[in-house]
C-alpha cells in the first residue's frame, strides 16, 4: 500500500448603507485614522459561542464556484466553506485523514486504483445524499471535465480513467498510469463534493448570479448573493460529519459569514479598523503595524506552495536566448523588493517552492543581483547598442518586453515598477500590462502581449509543480506542443517530460528527487526568478476567536465564534 503519510518536514456592521457606499472613501480614512484600540478579550481560551454572521471582506469578487476551478481565491475560500470533502489534510503537518471517506483510501502498489468507502448519514443542502454513485459522479467530472459545458479538467488530478461503484458506499478510481498525487487531491476544495443537481450545471451555472443553484455538503450552504458585492453563505443545522478526530462536531458556531467584495483597499481596512466590519483579507504589508497597534488580530498564514515568482516565457524571440534571461535575473534585486516593499512575513525566496512545501529543495544561491554581470551577458547576447533613451537595441529591435500584473497577488503592481527601475538600469525597457483580472487573465495567455508572467500557486502535494508549470494545467511558460503559436523548435518538452515524471512515480522519496529534478532544471536554464514566499494576511476584530485556514491559506470559519454572539 502506498504511504499517504507526507514526508517530514515537510459589532454588528450596516452591511446595506456600507455597500452602497453611504459612508465615503473620505470618511472611512478618518475612520480608521481616529478610531480606538479594539480592547475586547484576546484570549481564545473561553468556551466557543453560537451565533451571530461574521462580515468579511475580499478585494474582489468571486468568479467561479465550479471546485476545480476555485483556485482563485475568492472563489476558494467560499468554496473551502461550503464544502466537504473525502479527506481532511492538517494545516501544519500536511498529514491527510478520513472526512466523508469513513477510512483513508486503499491505494495499489502503483498508485493507479484508489478505492475509498463512504461515510454513512451525509446530505446535500438540497437534501439529496451523499452516496458512492454521487462521488463517482463527482470525480468523472472533475477528472475528466466537459468540454460542451467549458467545464475544465482538474489541474490536481492526473492520469484519470473512470470510476467503478463497487457497493452502495463504495467506489473505486482507475488512472491510466500511477496517480500518487489523487488521494491528497481529494482533500482540497477543488474536490468539494456536489449534489447531482449541480453536476448538471454548465460553467454559466456555476458563476456569478447562480450562487444559490450551488448545493454542497460542508457546513455553510450559500443562500443570498447582490453580484459583484455581497455573498451570503448560512449555517446547517443538520451539520454532523466533521473530520472524525475533531474536537468540534455537528454546528458550525457561526449562524453564517458574508463575504463582501470591494476592490478600494482603504474602504476594506477602513471598514475593519472603524468596527464596521469583522475581518479582511489581503492586509498589504505597510499596514500590519497599524492593525497591531490599535489591537486587531493579524494572521499571515503560509501558502505551502511555489513562491511569488516571474516566470520567463523562452518561446517569445527576445527571451529564448538564456543569456538573456540569466541577464534579467542578474539585474533584479529581489532583496531590494523584500526590504522595500514587504515585512518579516514575506521571507526572501530560497528555492522555487516554500519551504514548507512538499519537494522543497533549498537553491538560495542561483539568484545573485549583479549589475555588471547582467551588464557582461547582455553585450554578449548582442544587445550592446543603446537607443536615445538609453534602452538596449539590437538590429533596430528594443530589448523591450511585458509583465501582467497579478491582481491576486500581493502589491504586484508594486513588485513589477521596482523591477521596472531595476532592469533600466541595465538598458532593458519593462512594460506593464494594464487591465482589470479580466483583461490580466486574457492577456496572459497571448504570448505577444505577455512574456514576463508574474504568478504563484498553492498546493500541499509535490503535483503543485505540475499545476503550474505543466502544458496541460496553468502553462505559465506558453509551452504546449497543440498551441497555434507553437514552433517546433521553440517548444521545450524537456518540461512537461519531467512534471510527468514527477506526477506517475507513487513512492515519497523518488517524489521527492523527481520533484527536485524540475525545480533544477527550471533554475539550470533560467526559466523562473522566485521572489519571496507568500502568505495570506488576514485581520480581524478581537471578538473573532478561532480562525484557522487549511494547508495553502484560504480561510476556514467552521470552528471560527464570535465573542458576544449575536
Not at 468554496?79 to 473525502?86: C, E, G, K, T, Y
Not at 460542508?218 to 478526530?245: Q, S
Not at 538609453?390 to 518586453?401: C, E, F, N, S, V
Not at 506517475?504 to 526559466?527: F, G, H, I, M, W
Request: with cysteine; glycine share 8%; charged share 25%.
Amino acid at each position: 500500500m502506498t504511504d499517504l503519510r507526507p514526508p517530514a518536514s515537510a459589532n454588528s456592521f450596516a452591511r446595506r448603507g456600507f455597500l452602497s457606499l453611504g459612508l465615503g472613501l473620505g470618511t472611512f480614512i478618518t475612520l480608521s485614522a481616529c478610531t480606538p484600540t479594539d480592547d475586547a478579550p484576546l484570549n481564545d481560551s473561553g468556551e466557543p459561542v453560537q451565533g451571530g454572521v461574521l462580515t468579511y471582506f475580499e478585494p474582489q469578487t468571486w468568479t467561479m464556484l465550479y471546485p476545480p476551478s476555485v483556485g482563485f481565491y475568492p472563489n476558494g475560500g467560499i468554496m473551502n466553506n461550503i464544502s466537504a470533502r473525502l479527506l481532511w489534510q492538517d494545516p501544519d503537518s500536511l498529514e491527510l485523514h478520513p472526512w466523508l471517506a469513513a477510512t483513508l483510501p486503499e491505494i495499489n502498489d502503483d498508485a493507479t486504483q484508489h478505492t475509498f468507502t463512504i461515510r454513512d448519514g451525509v446530505t446535500y443542502s438540497d437534501g439529496s445524499a451523499l452516496t458512492a454513485e454521487n462521488v463517482a459522479k463527482n470525480f468523472d467530472l472533475f477528472g475528466r471535465g466537459d468540454e460542451a459545458r467549458t467545464l475544465p479538467v482538474s489541474e490536481q488530478i492526473s492520469n484519470y480513467d473512470r470510476s467503478e461503484v463497487l457497493a452502495e458506499n463504495r467506489v473505486r478510481f482507475h488512472f491510466s498510469a500511477p496517480s500518487p498525487g489523487f488521494a491528497q487531491a481529494t482533500s482540497t476544495m477543488n474536490a468539494g463534493l456536489l449534489a447531482n443537481s449541480t453536476l448538471d450545471l454548465d460553467a454559466e451555472g456555476f458563476g456569478p448570479g447562480s450562487a444559490t443553484r450551488i448545493h454542497t455538503c460542508g457546513p455553510f450552504h450559500v443562500t443570498e448573493e447582490t453580484i459583484g458585492t455581497k455573498l451570503a453563505v448560512r449555517a446547517r443545522e443538520d451539520y454532523d460529519w466533521a473530520p472524525p478526530h475533531f474536537t468540534h462536531q455537528g454546528r458550525a458556531h457561526l449562524d453564517g459569514i458574508d463575504y463582501l467584495a470591494n476592490n478600494e483597499y482603504s474602504v476594506r481596512i477602513g471598514a475593519v479598523l472603524s468596527g464596521q466590519a469583522d475581518g479582511v483579507r489581503d492586509v498589504e504589508a505597510p499596514d500590519e503595524a497599524r492593525v497591531t497597534e490599535q489591537g486587531l488580530r493579524l494572521y499571515a498564514k503560509a501558502t505551502n506552495g511555489i513562491n511569488n515568482s516571474i516566470n520567463f516565457r523562452f518561446r517569445h524571440e527576445l527571451l529564448d536566448d538564456i543569456k538573456v534571461r540569466r541577464a534579467i535575473i542578474a539585474a533584479v534585486n529581489r532583496q531590494e523588493i523584500v526590504d522595500k516593499l514587504f515585512t518579516p512575513n514575506y521571507p526572501l525566496a530560497t528555492g522555487l517552492l516554500a519551504k514548507g512545501a512538499m519537494g522543497y529543495k533549498d537553491q538560495s544561491g542561483s539568484w545573485v543581483h549583479d549589475p555588471e554581470e547582467a551588464n557582461r551577458l547582455l553585450d554578449e547576447a548582442g544587445w550592446a547598442e543603446r537607443n536615445d533613451a538609453g534602452y538596449r537595441t539590437k538590429d533596430g529591435q528594443t530589448l523591450a518586453l511585458t509583465v501582467n500584473i497579478a491582481l491576486p497577488q500581493p502589491r504586484s503592481n508594486e513588485v513589477q515598477t521596482l523591477i521596472q527601475q531595476q532592469l533600466r538600469h541595465v538598458g532593458v525597457r519593462l512594460s506593464i500590462n494594464p487591465g482589470d483580472q479580466s483583461k490580466q487573465t486574457l492577456d496572459a495567455l497571448d504570448l505577444d502581449r505577455v512574456q514576463i508572467y508574474h504568478s504563484m500557486v498553492a498546493r500541499a502535494d509535490f503535483d503543485n509543480l505540475r499545476s503550474n508549470y505543466s502544458s496541460v494545467n496553468r502553462d505559465v511558460f506558453l509551452n504546449g506542443v497543440d498551441r497555434e503559436d507553437a514552433a517546433d523548435d521553440s517548444i521545450d518538452p524537456e518540461v512537461d517530460r519531467l512534471l510527468d515524471e514527477l506526477a506517475s512515480e507513487p513512492e515519497t522519496k523518488r517524489r521527492q528527487a523527481a520533484a527536485e529534478k524540475v525545480q533544477d532544471y527550471l533554475v539550470a536554464n533560467a526559466y523562473v526568478l522566485p521572489f519571496f514566499e507568500e502568505p495570506q494576511v488576514f485581520s480581524f476584530r478581537r471578538r473573532v476567536h478561532g480562525f484557522a485556514t487549511e494547508p495553502v491559506g484560504r480561510p476556514d470559519f467552521y470552528s471560527t465564534w464570535l465573542a458576544g454572539g449575536r
